[in-house]
């Protein structure tokens, strides 16, 4: 576990190449588990820590989508509420039934769905400091950000992801632009994406211009007769200068592109 700044503590492993991250935010009474990974295994140091470090305070887990990476350590929590956004227990019964053809197998402990659900915003207070959950769909219809105004932070789930995001609600780009603009205006020096470093909002820049411009270079290439399988457009021409993508979100991009180009 590694403290991120007073309080709040994070803790990243390896799924399949993406780096991938659960938090804790220490407070008084509650004590709150951002994302449970990929298995009860993996989230283990996190269980670990709160036996040393929270013992008799109340454990709120928070699903920040129902994407396999988040939930499915859910189990390693038995007493806790886990909370999600309203539509976030049928998305995961819908890939545990088969389906999302992308749904790695779950842990044999399964994957216990959240009991604590919301719409648009969720806010839990204490020792006068309020932890805010707000619904931010686009890379899935069910995504959430954690906002901690008194500390300026906010811990952005798939919502923000670098070097790029990956697709993954239909018909989402334009609401998942509306949603990051929504989120410049929040009053916060550091984002924590479940997927890459902290980072200031510069983030939110660079990830809506990505989306935005797949889109519509997508849209130019297919109007133009371009082969779907065939598409010339190299990652870097959506990203910030001197930004270098590993294999992983290199395929990433790759499958953004298809995509995008199905949804066109």
């Given at each position: 576990?590694?403290?991120?700044?007073?309080?709040?503590?994070?803790?990243?492993?390896?799924?399949?190449?993406?780096?991938?991250?659960?938090?804790?935010?220490?407070?008084?009474?509650?004590?709150?588990?951002?994302?449970?990974?990929?298995?009860?295994?993996?989230?283990a140091p996190v269980v670990d820590f709160l036996a040393s470090e929270a013992a008799g305070?109340?454990?709120?887990?928070?699903?920040?989508?129902?994407?396999?990476?988040?939930?499915?350590?859910?189990?390693?929590?038995?007493?806790?509420?886990?909370?999600?956004?309203?539509?976030?227990?049928?998305?995961?019964?819908?890939?545990?039934?088969?389906?999302?053809?992308?749904?790695?197998?779950?842990?044999?402990?399964?994957?216990?769905?959240?009991?604590?659900?919301?719409?648009?915003?969720?806010?839990?207070?204490?020792?006068?400091?309020?932890?805010?959950?707000?619904?931010?769909?686009?890379?899935?219809?069910?995504?959430?950000?954690?906002?901690?105004?008194?500390?300026?932070?906010?811990?952005?789930?798939?919502?923000?992801?670098?070097?790029?995001?990956?697709?993954?609600?239909?018909?989402?780009?334009?609401?998942?632009?509306?949603?990051?603009r929504q989120l410049k205006q929040l009053p916060v020096d550091l984002i924590v994406p479940?997927?890459?470093?902290?980072?200031?909002?510069?983030?939110?820049?660079?990830?809506?211009?990505?989306?935005?411009?797949?889109?519509?270079?997508?849209?130019?290439?297919?109007?133009?007769?371009?082969?779907?399988?065939?598409?010339?457009?190299?990652?870097?021409?959506?990203?910030?200068?001197?930004?270098?993508?590993?294999?992983?979100?290199?395929?990433?991009?790759?499958?953004?592109?298809?995509?995008?180009?199905?949804?066109?």
């Amino acid at each position: 576990m590694k403290e991120l700044a007073p309080s709040v503590w994070t803790h990243v492993i390896d799924a399949e190449g993406f780096p991938t991250l659960a938090a804790v935010l220490l407070m008084p009474r509650l004590v709150f588990v951002v994302d449970t990974l990929t298995g009860p295994t993996e989230v283990a140091p996190v269980v670990d820590f709160l036996a040393s470090e929270a013992a008799g305070r109340r454990v709120v887990v928070i699903d920040t989508h129902h994407h396999w990476d988040h939930v499915f350590g859910n189990s390693a929590f038995p007493e806790a509420d886990i909370v999600a956004q309203r539509a976030c227990p049928r998305l995961i019964q819908a890939e545990l039934q088969g389906g999302d053809e992308s749904l790695r197998l779950p842990p044999p402990e399964g994957v216990p769905l959240p009991n604590v659900t919301f719409g648009d915003r969720l806010t839990y207070s204490d020792a006068e400091e309020a932890v805010h959950l707000i619904h931010t769909p686009g890379h899935s219809e069910d995504s959430l950000v954690v906002f901690l105004p008194q500390r300026r932070l906010l811990l952005g789930g798939d919502t923000v992801e670098w070097p790029l995001p990956n697709f993954g609600q239909r018909d989402g780009a334009d609401e998942w632009i509306r949603t990051l603009r929504q989120l410049k205006q929040l009053p916060v020096d550091l984002i924590v994406p479940s997927h890459g470093p902290t980072m200031g909002k510069t983030i939110l820049d660079a990830n809506e211009r990505y989306i935005a411009g797949v889109y519509e270079a997508v849209a130019e290439a297919k109007a133009a007769g371009a082969d779907r399988n065939e598409l010339d457009l190299p990652v870097e021409r959506f990203l910030p200068g001197g930004v270098v993508v590993d294999d992983v979100y290199a395929d990433a991009h790759r499958e953004n592109l298809l995509w995008a180009w199905d949804e066109i």
